[in-house]
């Protein structure tokens, strides 16, 4: 099993980024996916979560209406779409089916 985060970067407020998480050992299909993050000195919490076939989303209250959740079940993979960067989305992004040990994340920096 391997959940593998990347896309992050350092972004202006106001920016985008788009992160993807890539799948293997598992079937990939069958599991709805999640992004976390964990910002310095804080908890980690959850951003978004898209189910097997799409057809529900959800979305952490700060980050609605500017980040989307997307998934490519022909390649293992899930997007996190993010628009209008604020400082305090910056945090290591991270994707987990629930349960599973945490990657390495992605870190994503919203500074000027």
């Known amino acids: 099993l391997q959940l593998v985060e990347s896309g992050g970067g350092l972004v202006q407020p106001g920016g985008s980024l788009r992160l993807s998480c890539s799948a293997s050992?598992?079937?990939?299909?069958?599991?709805?996916i999640a992004w976390f993050r964990q910002a310095p000195g804080k908890e980690r919490e959850g951003v978004s979560c898209?189910?097997?076939?799409?057809?529900?989303?959800y979305y952490g209250d700060s980050v609605k209406g500017r980040f989307t959740i997307s998934r490519d079940n022909d390649k293992n993979t899930v997007y996190l779409q993010m628009v209008s960067l604020k400082p305090e989305d910056t945090a290591v992004y991270y994707c987990?089916?629930?349960?599973?040990?945490w990657g390495q994340g992605t870190q994503v920096t919203v500074s000027s």
């Open positions: 987990n089916r629930g349960g599973d040990s």
């Open positions: 050992g598992f079937s990939f299909a069958a599991y709805n």
């Open positions: 898209i189910s097997t076939s799409e057809d529900s989303t």
